[in-house]
């Protein structure tokens, strides 16, 4: 167990297994605001504004997930420090204490048989067991003792108020009002840009009604169209035909049943597809030979390339991006998050109006 033990002065992230450098609380360098230069070429300047247009959409939003993943990791870290602090202030006892005596000691000793499977998972086939059990049982140890100081904050900071502040990077993405499905009102808006050939993004409709259902009233989807003609050539068609029933009010209705059998998707399944949901015939006709929407099918994906869409579906969830038939955890996180903002606005609204 010495190896487990608390230095003197040693950082109290070690409390909960975080790893967080001292250089993580000294104060940030202000990085370079989007209208200064990051660069000067014979007395021109360069701006970040250029620099982040250079990158394109694409990668300038991949840059700055990844920003905000390692900061949210690294806040993550910072609320485990305070909550088991704040924990200790309360009971007027020292953290490493508090950690001994409420996880450290609770910890038990592997097993052999835990020490052995976990030496047989490590693929050391040039290493005798009996040579490194004893190292391998204080490495478990070592790790048993640390997941269990994460779940002890974890715990911690449920019985906490904590305010998260920090937020994903976003895009302002418009969509339609006439193809929103869910309350109009509703606080969360997920934009899907989505093709009618897609398989995944036929996956990804059951997860989308099953969020309805779970957030009613907070959700709603609105539809914009993304079809990948190059690899799904009746993409377009569908989409045109989808629209031309948005005319007679049943774009819904007709795109269910486009999802329902994705086979059926030449203009005679389209033709009779309208028929089916009750569509006026010739006027359905009529909008789509004269390919009425194809300028509007076009805006979307113009506005998706822009937004950083490069395949379907892809979803922004109160502008946050979420790329690919991803599970419904994935969605609700986003969610989650989007919800607890609202709530917290609200609230400080209504303060401020006190």
Known sequence: ?????????????????????????????????????????????????????TLGPQQSMQLRNQEYEAKSRALENLIRLRVVQAE?????ITPEKLVEREVDSKVPEP????????????????????DVKEQIRTTLKSVMVQKARQKY???????TEVVVFLRQPTVDVGYDAARVRGGPQAPVTIV?????????CKQSEGTLKDLLAKYDGQVKIAWRDFPLREIHPLAQTAAEAARCAGDQGKFW??????????????????????????????????CLAGG?????????????????VVGTPGFFINGVFLSG???????????DNQLATTRMQSRAANAATK
């Open 292 to 308: 009425k929407f194809k300028s509007k099918i076009d805006a979307d994906l113009e506005d998706g390339r822009k937004a950083g």
């Open 88 to 92: 200790a202030k309360k009971l007027g």
């Open 192 to 200: 899907e840009f989505s093709d009618f050939q897609c398989p995944f």
């Open 153 to 159: 904050a974890d715990g911690l900071r449920k019985k």
């Open 111 to 130: 097993s052999d048989r835990e020490v052995e499977a976990y030496f047989l998972g490590q693929g050391n086939a040039n290493a005798r067991f009996d």
């Open 325 to 335: 038939a991803q599970p419904p955890a994935d969605f609700e996180k986003i969610i």
């Open 1 to 53: 167990m010495s190896s487990l033990k608390f230095t003197k002065g040693a950082l109290l992230s070690v409390l909960v297994c975080l790893a967080i450098p001292p250089s993580c609380l000294a104060q940030p360098t202000p990085s370079a605001s989007k209208g200064n230069p990051v660069a000067m070429v014979a007395g021109q300047p360069i701006t970040e504004d250029e620099l982040w247009e």
């Open 253 to 286: 209705e007709f795109h269910d049943v486009l999802f329902a059998d994705q086979s059926k998707l030449k203009e005679a399944d389209l033709l009779a597809s309208a028929k089916a949901i009750g569509l006026n015939e010739k006027s359905f006709r009529s």
